[in-house]
């Protein structure tokens, strides 16, 4: 099966570990159209930019909402304020017609959504196993019968991650298709009213795998451009800090040399010198 999800080229760039399913996010985009999109885990907006990007192509009536503090958590790290300007800056010059940031909490947003209103929720906030849990179990209300939920880092098994956990839980009890590269990303399916199409994603996904390993490769690459500011800054760090050693050193030198100066071997030893024959002064 094909699709016009295929060609699209990403616009966006930015640092993320979910490249590798962001041809998976135009193909929902385009073959479901789901209208309503909520993502809960924002951070530089590699994710939320891709469904918007493909909303603009293929799906102009769809409506997507990002929610995140921006503030960063215990997994992602927390970052500076300049992280949620550069994501409002991007929405607002390129999707300010079908997209809105909402800054807060997952729990504070959930209260401004009406139940059975959502057609797709992606879940990419804290992966631990009480955290994902939470966050399903706050929004599942507002979701339609009908309707996808997405769970990014399901193949993440280290440290606290726990998503792989709540997901095995899970996709006992629903349809679901699973894709284990990258991060992994489980697709929920609720309900039995969706476009058809649904059920051609597994024909699809290994085309789609392949574009999105080399869009993770292509975003790499890039990124050593479009992040010169942030690399610079870090590099800039490192210089500080180099510099910082050799001062130090040098200093150290220095106040050596000075002692072997004022030394009285030194002091002797200059004098001796002094009255020694020129081809001994060489040796
Ligand atoms: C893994 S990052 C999201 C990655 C993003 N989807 C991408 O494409 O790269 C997780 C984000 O969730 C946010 N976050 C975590 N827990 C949150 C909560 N309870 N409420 C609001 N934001 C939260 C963090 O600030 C962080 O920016």
């Excluded at 309503?36 to 924002?42: D, I, K």
């Excluded at 059920?199 to 890039?222: D, I, N, Q, T, Y």
């Amino acid at each position: 099966m094909t699709s016009p999800s295929l060609t699209l080229i990403p616009d966006y760039i930015g640092p993320s570990t979910w490249w590798q399913h962001v041809p998976i996010a135009h193909w929902l985009m385009c073959e479901v159209k789901p209208q309503r999109v909520v993502e809960l885990g924002t951070h530089y907006g590699v994710s939320f930019f891709a469904f918007c990007e493909a909303a603009a192509a293929y799906s102009k009536s769809s409506f997507l909402y990002a929610v995140d503090t921006w503030e960063g958590d215990s997994q992602a790290g927390h970052y500076e304020q300049d992280v949620f300007e550069k994501v409002q800056l991007h929405a607002n010059r390129n999707h300010r017609l079908r997209s809105r940031l909402i800054r807060s909490t997952f729990d504070e947003a959930a209260q401004y959504f009406d139940d059975q209103s959502i057609d797709l929720l992606h879940i990419d906030g804290l992966h631990t196993y009480d955290a994902v849990k939470h966050d399903y179990e706050t929004w599942l209300p507002k979701l339609k019968d009908d309707s996808i939920i997405l769970f990014h880092d399901i193949n993440v098994r280290e440290r606290d991650f726990g998503v792989w956990k709540f997901w095995q839980e899970l996709k006992a009890n629903h349809a679901s298709h699973e894709i284990a590269n990258g991060h992994g990303l489980g697709v929920l399916i609720r309900g039995d009213r969706l476009p058809e199409t649904i059920e051609k994603l597994p024909e699809v996904l290994p085309v789609l795998k392949s574009k999105g390993v080399l869009l993770e490769m292509l975003a790499e690459r890039s990124s050593e451009g479009s992040f010169e500011k942030r690399l610079s800054q870090e590099e800039v760090n490192h210089l500080i800090a180099q510099n910082e050693v050799l001062r130090q050193e040098s200093a150290n030198n220095q106040a050596q040399l000075k002692n072997i100066l004022n030394s009285r071997t030194w002091r002797y030893t200059k004098r001796l010198l002094s009255v020694l024959p020129d081809r001994f002064k060489r040796m």
